[in-house]
T-cell receptor, first 114, second 112 residues
């Protein structure tokens, strides 16, 4: 069965620190990859997505993610975090080219200290 | 993107009762989904609801417990039946719109 692993449950950073959140998936075929963010008290929002092409994907609010097929990874990065980035981040995977279901990781809670 | 609204936003219910959650989207969509997010957990898919066909339930979820309606391309309901405290969770509606899934604000359900 497909699975998505997010390595960190809770990450605490100071403002201006760099961020990298890990995400690995287990499916070997073509995949569509997503990062969603859930700010406190708000609903899930799409941060960025990868379907094909350039493996380095840029999303909203300065986030980017790199798809490394050989490592089955899709790590999320931001060079300098802000207090407003405090949120929970979810990696999700869907089999490409089909109407398959999104499989979510367990989420990483990011706390940014001002 | 698609904008999704859910009603109610939260509710507190007694065990043994049922609650129906409504989901409205601002665009016509074929695929709608219902998820559950239990405290401290990730999202778990309950069922996929396509207009014009019966909902497809994931392993561990059954129609008698979570009946779903999908009367048109912009609306769906999920009923949580015969509730127990274990059903306390956030229930999320989601739609597929142009290859991407969008999520509603969720319904926070507490069962006493």
């Amino acid at each position: 069965a497909q699975s998505v692993s997010q390595h960190n449950h809770h990450v605490i950073l100071s403002e201006a620190a760099s961020l990298e959140l890990g995400c690995n998936y287990s499916y070997g075929g073509t995949v569509n990859l997503f990062w969603y963010v859930q700010y406190p008290g708000q609903h899930l929002q799409l941060l960025l997505k990868y379907f094909s092409g350039d493996p380095l994907v840029k999303g909203i609010k300065g986030f980017e993610a790199e798809f490394i097929k050989s490592k089955f990874s899709f790590n999320l990065r931001k060079p300098s975090v802000q207090w407003s980035d405090t949120a929970e981040y979810f990696c999700a995977v869907k089999r490409g080219g089909s109407q398959g279901n999104l499989i979510f990781g367990k989420g990483t809670k990011l706390s940014v200290k001002p | 993107s698609a904008v999704i609204s859910q009603k109610p936003s939260r509710d507190i219910c007694q065990r043994g009762t049922s609650l129906t959650i409504q989901c409205q989207v601002d665009s016509q969509v074929t695929m709608m989904f219902w998820y559950r997010q239990q405290p401290g957990q990730s999202l778990t898919l309950i069922a996929t609801a396509n207009q014009g066909s019966e909902a497809t339930y994931e392993s561990g979820f059954v129609i008698d417990k979570f009946p779903i309606s999908r009367p048109n391309l912009t609306f769906s309901t999920l009923t949580v039946s015969n509730m127990s405290p274990e059903d306390s969770s956030i229930y999320l509606c989601s739609v597929q719109f142009k290859d991407t899934q969008y999520f509603g604000p969720g319904t926070r359900l507490t069962v006493l």
